[in-house]
């Protein structure tokens, strides 16, 4: 049977069609195996970041993206990553090609194109350094959106030493160890270390008074770096994407100037025993440990320095305390166990549960550990854990950690133990900075990176915070110890603060910030005080030390505003964080808030007991006929030099901040509004459930 010829001109047709589709197909898939491949470079072939120099009337710099593919390679668009609703870089910052204002071109292979990007600041900046990536998108479907980092930084006047002075704020005690180590090995005296290390402290101390002298207290997250100054930050462990990623905000100077003090007042007053180099090693380890949390702005590096001040502070009290130090130490370390565990699982968990960010240079990583990244992260749509929403869980192993450190009932009772029995130093470096990294590390992470988590808990913090506090004024009224006393005022500030930080709102996240600040400089005058008595009378029971006023009118002086800037006296600095931390906590809770201005007047009253043994009672006659006491004709002595240049400038900032309080309040207040803005955007409104 013989086929139409129209018919088989249509099987010719078909097969010809499938054969051109055919190999259409396969020149297609060809070309797009064989597309342009993108990369991005500094001038030379090196890595980021583009660092941005003087030129053009601002600061400039180019990088170039090169097609290294067989194909063209279409660039779509060139531009800074962020826009107006994610500021990430400072204002008058553009980027173009060089050879024109076009963001798009068309590379052929082999071809390059060199990227400008500028900064024009004003005259007067606000932000003195530039920190951002320029984004590429281009048709390498492969690479994706490939990124360079770039950074700028207007001279400070201190050279290399201003660009990184928050990471010699951190690094720059342990100069102590390797001197200490010298010491050791070749038997040298121990009292010259001791004033290599005073000498050490001082030096700490002017830089924590730059940094706060160079902070502009107007500076928020809508003025780019994520509201951060003095910015350090470069790559550190790319395989896990941790950057050497430091820098201060409103939250963090005052603490990072209150530790510095703290350390070196620890060294002047409270050293009057011979000490061996291991303990100025320690102590040393101590206090970079304290300031690199303070200043860290990745989850790691956090971690590693809260672990640094963690071991410093056991090694303190088990090496060089009392009778009872290492029952002290391993009570610590229990509790330490505990929290850090906590701790790094939370930050595990935000890690992992990351998106895709670039590190400092431009590299992409799948996860990232930067702590501002993470506050990009919306945490309420991950997975569960172990059956539960994941940001419950998260917050809650991270409250673990903070609880620790606050410390908050019941996790407080390794405090009272390491005060009275940890060496005078010690005691007064932990009473005044490290029990400051609980609700420090709840506002940078609990409330900056985990918004959501926040929102859940913050009533439950509120009411925790508040019975803390009546917790530690009942505790606090029964004590004699002055030692233990502080540290059940202690538990009382943090519980305050941990009020005014769960109410949600700019007063309240503000007052809980200054607490930490004024309190920590009460402790420091009263544990220095303590450590004064404590050399001259082996004693620091209030029942039997009495009538300064009296015998010694400059360690009364010392004692009475310390007491007064701790229970919030008005007219000295204590008074301020508590007024904001109560109104601003009143208006979200108001039952809370009267218990804990209830809790405040027991506070008080324990404080006055102890001003009434302390400063207004009269010697006991024993001490008129003790030998400690012999060399002074059985006089208690007065404030020594040394003592005076240590403790004197204290006593001013508490009446200085007193009666006026900006210098304090003003570089924590935009930091508070902005972590306010993002936990509550529509501001207090009691009728709404929070959680």
Not at 83 to 91: H, K, L, M
Not at 241 to 261: Q, R
Not at 276 to 281: R, V
Not at 288 to 313: C, E, N, P, R
């Amino acid at each position: 049977m013989s086929v139409p010829m129209s018919r088989r001109y249509s099987y010719v047709f078909a097969v010809l069609a499938a054969l051109a589709a055919w190999l259409f197909a396969s020149t297609a898939g060809a070309g797009a195996g064989a597309a342009g491949r993108i990369v991005v470079s500094l001038p030379g072939g090196a890595l980021g970041p583009l660092v941005l120099t003087p030129g053009q009337g601002g600061w400039v710099g180019e990088f170039t993206v090169t097609n290294v593919g067989a194909d063209p390679l279409t660039v779509s668009r060139v531009a800074l990553r962020g826009d107006d609703d994610d500021v990430r870089s400072p204002a008058r910052l553009s980027v173009r090609f060089v050879d024109g204002a076009a963001t798009s071109a068309v590379l052929p292979p082999g071809a390059s194109k060199g990227v400008l990007v500028s900064w024009m600041p004003d005259r007067d900046p606000r932000m003195r350094q530039a920190f951002g990536h320029v984004v590429v998108t281009s048709t390498d479907e492969q690479a994706g959106e490939v990124a360079m980092g770039f950074r700028a930084q207007i001279p400070t006047g201190l050279g290399w030493v201003g660009e990184h002075v928050v990471s010699l704020l951190v690094l720059w005690p342990l100069v102590v160890l390797p001197v200490a180590g010298v010491w050791w090995w070749t038997g040298r005296r121990e009292r010259l270390l001791r004033r290599i290390a005073v000498a050490v402290a001082v030096v700490e101390v002017l830089l924590g008074l730059w940094a706060y002298r160079s902070f502009v207290p107007g500076v928020g997250h809508a003025d780019g770096n994520d509201g951060f100054q003095l910015v350090d930050r470069s790559v550190w462990v790319r395989s896990l994407g941790c950057e050497w990623y430091l820098g201060v905000d409103g939250f963090s100077l005052s603490l990072v100037l209150l530790t510095a003090v703290a350390a070196l007042v620890a060294l002047l007053v409270a050293d009057g025993e011979r000490r061996s180099e291991g303990y100025y090693a320690a102590l040393a380890l101590l206090t970079s440990g304290i300031m690199g949390s303070l200043v860290a702005l990745d989850l790691f590096v956090l971690f590693g320095a809260w672990q640094a001040a963690l071991l410093g502070l056991i090694l303190l009290a088990g090496g060089w305390g009392g009778r009872r130090g290492p029952h002290a130490a391993a009570k610590l370390v229990a509790y330490g166990a505990v929290g850090s565990g906590a701790m790094l699982l939370a930050f595990v968990a935000l890690s992992r549960a990351s998106g895709r960010a670039f590190l400092v240079d431009g590299f992409s990583v799948a996860h990232t550990t930067s702590i501002p990244e993470l506050s990009r992260t919306s945490f309420a749509s991950k997975a569960p854990l172990v059956g539960l929403p994941f940001v419950e869980v998260a917050w809650s192993l991270l409250f673990v950690a903070v609880a620790f450190a606050t410390p908050v009932v019941p996790l407080h009772a390794w405090l009272p133990d390491l005060l009275e029995e940890a060496p005078p130093g010690a005691g007064i470096v932990a009473g005044a900075a490290f029990v400051a990294l609980g609700p420090y590390l709840l506002v940078r992470v609990g409330l900056g990176a985990m918004p959501e988590g926040a929102r859940w808990a913050g009533a439950s913090l509120a009411a925790i915070g508040a019975l803390c506090a009546l917790w530690g004024a009942l505790c606090a009224m029964a004590q004699r110890d002055l030692r233990r006393f502080a540290a059940y005022a202690t538990v009382t500030a943090g519980g305050a603060c941990l009020y005014g930080i769960g109410a949600l709102t700019a007063q309240g996240i503000a007052g809980g910030a200054a607490i930490l600040f004024t309190h920590g400089l009460a402790t420091t005058l009263l544990l220095g005080v303590t450590a004064s008595l404590s050399q001259r009378m082996r004693s620091v029971d209030a029942q039997r030390i009495g009538g300064l006023m009296g015998e010694a009118p400059g360690l009364a002086v010392f004692t009475g505003v310390a007491l007064g800037v701790s229970m919030g006296a008005p007219g000295l600095a204590g008074s301020w964080g508590l007024l904001l931390a109560v109104v601003g906590g009143f208006v979200r809770h108001p039952v809370l808030a009267a218990l804990l201005v209830v809790a405040l007047g027991a506070s008080t009253a324990a404080h006055l007991r102890i001003a009434r043994h302390v400063l207004a009672g009269q010697v006991d006659p024993s001490w008129r006929k003790s030998a400690l006491l012999a060399p002074f004709g059985g006089r208690i002595p007065d404030a020594m030099a040394v003592e005076l240049v240590a403790l004197v400038p204290l006593v001013l900032l508490s009446l200085l901040f007193g009666l006026w309080p900006a210098p304090l309040l003003s570089p924590v207040a935009v930091a508070a509004r902005d972590t306010s803005a993002v936990l509550d955007p529509d501001g207090p409104d009691p009728t709404i459930d929070r959680r």
